[in-house]
Nanobody
Framework: QVQLAESGGGLVQPGGSLRLSCTASRSIFNFYIRGWYRQAPGKQRELVARIDNGGRTNYAESVEGRFTISRDNAKNTVYLQMNSLKPEDTAVYYC?????????WGQGTQVTVSS
């Protein structure tokens, strides 16, 4: 069992930045392909960024060039740097493995982009 704790969300104006963190309770999480997901009101949860064990990254087209996923295996932590935020980035952000494990979902962290 792995517990994930997301943090770093908040209210930010359009064009602003936030850095999200996801810390796992067990280092086994480091061996998975890890991803950041988000769920906006009334929409399905979507994968926005992922990073594999070799450090290779992939992004959804909607965030490409604005978001950066990174990791610190010594801290069992994955980060999501979000720049040039838009109102449509408003969502609850979660981390999980890719594909997701149903029992790993944490509480998520709310990101609200609004003026």
């Amino acid at each position: 069992q792995v517990q994930l704790a997301e943090s770093g969300g908040g209210l930010v104006q359009p064009g602003g930045s936030l850095r999200l963190s996801c810390t796992a309770s067990r280092s086994i999480f480091n061996f998975y392909i890890r991803g950041w997901y988000r769920q906006a009101p009334g929409k399905q949860r979507e994968l926005v960024a992922r990073i594999d064990n070799g450090g290779r990254t992939n992004y959804a087209e909607s965030v490409e060039g604005r978001f950066t996923i990174s990791r610190d295996n010594a801290k069992n932590t994955v980060y999501l740097q979000m720049n040039s935020l838009k109102p449509e980035d408003t969502a609850v952000y979660y981390c999980n493995k890719v594909p997701p494990h149903s029992t790993f979902w944490g509480q998520g962290t709310q990101v609200t982009v609004s003026s």
